[in-house]
């Protein structure tokens, strides 16, 4: 098989543009990567223990005569808090990184949001360069400036928006990854094709169960088409002023099941939004905004992959349905007290809206822990 030939998505945002490369080896490929965003030969790589382990050596050597100085934290959502900012903050200035040098950080969701944070503000705003470990980082995280860590009060509270430098989307480490933890991503994969790309939903369908078993050059495809659908929305909304909030499909009755769950592993990120694709589509088809058999192929395709499609899914008690609701109500989309909604027109059809009638998603809620 040849080996296969790296892709660019380009996000075009004036004088924060950068690149987004998606292949096989770029790990090791990196120097030569790297080569135009360096002003020095030197970088800071921040990571997680348990991604050290398993790329940094590999990232080292592809940095070839860079020279690195890097800082391994505890993995988890824990990470993503005040006192690992500040670890990270001092790291960086005991070892004198430079306003023209560069971070990497090399891991999944939590490394890259705590990453880019601490970019944003170390003497001002220093550059940073994402390599994305995981499949949710790949497609979602690592791509469009969000950077964040929580606060007690909710997740991703404190933080800012700061795009990398370059992206370097490594299709081989998604072969490390857990089934679980896999799955979980292509929840987010789902997500795209679902908001806004009813062909790439069709092609998710067909080649979903190969994409899952490994086959590379799909993974990429998904990959590539995830980024280049989350590119021309951030281009077209960077601060999510209005559509790039089409990016939270199924994330409002997400982050109130994650908040249910205790932000365990109970329920991963991406599972949350995989189930609340499926309960935004239901409410939609309620709703009379989209057809009936919309939710049902939503629901149809998340059970042939083998994922959390039902509440029932989710391991252990659950609040009713009035105290699910209430857990919306801390979500960051609400303005004026108004819960925001991205409802269905159809599968690839999308919209934000506010009229969403609170007892329609208490009703909805019930039913679904009826059957749990
Ligand atoms: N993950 C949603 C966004 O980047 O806007």
């Not at 560069?102 to 949001?113: C, K, Q, R, S």
């Not at 062909?199 to 078993?213: R, V």
Request: proline share 4%; glycine share 10%.
């Amino acid at each position: 098989m040849n080996p296969m030939q790296t892709e660019t998505v380009h996000v075009p945002l004036g004088d924060r543009s950068y690149n987004v490369r998606i292949g096989e080896g770029l790990i090791e490929a990196a120097a030569a990567e790297f080569a135009p965003v360096l002003d020095r030969p030197r970088v800071a790589v921040l990571t997680d223990e348990t991604v050290a382990e398993a790329h940094l050596e590999r990232l080292k050597t592809g940095l070839g005569s860079i020279e690195v100085t890097s800082l391994a934290l505890p993995p988890g959502e824990a990470t993503k808090s005040w006192a690992a900012l500040e670890r990270t903050v001092e790291w960086m200035l005991a070892e004198k990184i430079e306003r023209r040098d560069v971070l990497i950080a090399l891991g999944g969701g939590v490394i890259g949001d705590l990453g880019g944070f601490a970019a944003a503000i170390l003497r001002r705003g220093i550059r940073y360069v994402q390599i994305p470990t995981s499949l949710l980082a790949q497609v979602d995280s690592s791509v469009g400036g969000k950077t964040a860590i929580n606060s007690p009060a909710g997740k991703n509270l404190i933080g800012a928006f700061h795009q990398p430098a370059l992206v370097l989307a490594d299709i081989s480490v998604l072969n490390t990854l857990t089934k679980r933890d896999f799955l979980a991503g292509y929840g987010e994969v789902v997500k795209y094709g679902l908001l806004g790309d009813a062909a790439f939903f069709e092609w998710l369908e067909t080649n979903g169960p190969a994409l899952a078993a490994g086959d590379a050059a799909m993974r990429a495809y998904a990959v590539r088409r995830s980024v280049e659908m989350k590119a021309e929305i951030v281009a077209r909304d960077e601060t999510e002023q209005g559509d790039r909030a089409l990016l939270n499909l199924g994330h409002t009755f997400c982050h109130a099941l994650e908040a249910a769950t205790g932000y365990s592993d109970r329920l991963l990120h991406g599972e949350g939004v995989a189930i609340g694709c499926a309960l935004a589509f239901e409410l939609s088809s309620r709703l009379g905004f989209c057809a009936q058999e919309d939710p049902s192929r939503v629901r149809a395709h998340l059970k042939a992959m083998g994922m959390k499609t039902d509440l029932s899914d989710i391991p252990g008690e659950l609040p009713d349905a009035e105290a699910l609701v209430d857990l919306m109500g801390q979500d960051k989309k609400v303005i004026d007290g108004q819960l925001r909604f991205i409802m269905a027109r159809g599968i690839g059809e999308t919209y934000v809206t506010s009229d969403v009638p609170r007892e329609a998603v208490v009703t909805l809620l019930a039913d679904a822990l009826k059957s749990k």
